[in-house]
């Protein structure tokens, strides 16, 4: 079995898989790494493998601990992935968005696919049906924007996420939701247009923490999964073990 252990820019994730299925997961701001862990040993005790995957800087006494129980491959640029990367800039490639397009390589094998994740940055990343990862784009993320206008303006609030009514807002609040939630929309569905100006066969993956909020209102069609991320991670952890 595999443990999986995604630490993100807010969230911890921990997911368990048997080979391919996923059996098991959990996510939390403030979860206590140790305990958790020893937990999830506890009621999985034939975990043998683990991939940790961090956006930033891991703890050296969690990575220590998990490194005294089981066999573990922290993620980064030199792993071997099951696709080529002709991003010019590996090193600065984050190893989420590696975990996204393996996902991609492996569930949909010879296809033309973009990936769009839907966290703290919106990451958009495209393999080809050659299995070659090309590169993609970022922008700033649903609460990213909310907190921009708050933070470099003097009157503007900060509001919580909401789905505007109409597209014309006729209040400050109003106008927010529309410019922040219809710009998303438009951005999203543009892109996924221009894609398939080029890849006519272009098969759409949505994923991250704000893809079912916004998954219903694009035009475009799309393959919905919150968990691809892990899905891909394991698929890393597997193929780094059967080599």
Same mark, same amino acid.
């Given at each position: 079995m595999n443990l999986i252990i995604d630490i993100g820019n807010t969230l911890v994730k921990f997911a368990v898989f048997q080979q391919d299925e996923l059996v098991f997961q959990t996510s939390g701001e403030d979860i206590i790494f140790e305990n958790k862990f020893e937990s999830i040993l506890k009621k999985h005790p034939k975990i043998d493998k683990c991939i940790i995957s961090s956006v930033g800087k891991m703890?050296?006494?969690a %990575? /220590?601990?998990i490194k005294h129980r089981l066999k573990v491959l922290v993620l980064n640029s030199e792993t071997n992935f099951p696709f080529k990367n002709l991003y010019t800039t590996p090193k600065t490639l984050g190893v989420d968005r590696l975990a996204l397009v393996s996902a991609a390589s492996i569930e949909y094998p010879n296809k033309n696919c973009l990936i769009i994740d839907l966290g703290s940055c919106i990451t958009y990343?495209?393999?080809s049906a050659e299995n070659n990862y090309?590169?993609?784009a970022i922008s700033p993320g649903l609460r990213m924007r909310y907190k921009a %206008? /708050?933070?470099f303006t003097a009157k503007l609030p900060l509001l919580e996420t909401k789905l505007p009514e109409n597209m014309i807002g006729n209040s400050t609040e109003s106008a927010?939701?529309?410019g922040i939630i219809f710009g998303i929309l438009n951005e999203i569905d543009g892109l996924i247009d221009s894609y398939r100006q080029k890849y006519i066969d272009l098969t759409v993956i949505l994923t991250?923490?704000?893809a079912y909020f916004l998954s219903k209102q694009l035009k475009n069609s799309i393959f919905a999964n919150s968990n691809f991320l892990l899905l891909?991670?394991?698929h890393i952890l597997q193929f780094n073990s059967t080599e």
């Open positions: 703890d050296e006494q %990575l /220590n601990l990343d495209f393999i090309l590169g993609g %206008l /708050n933070n927010i939701h529309s991250g923490g704000d891909g991670l394991n």
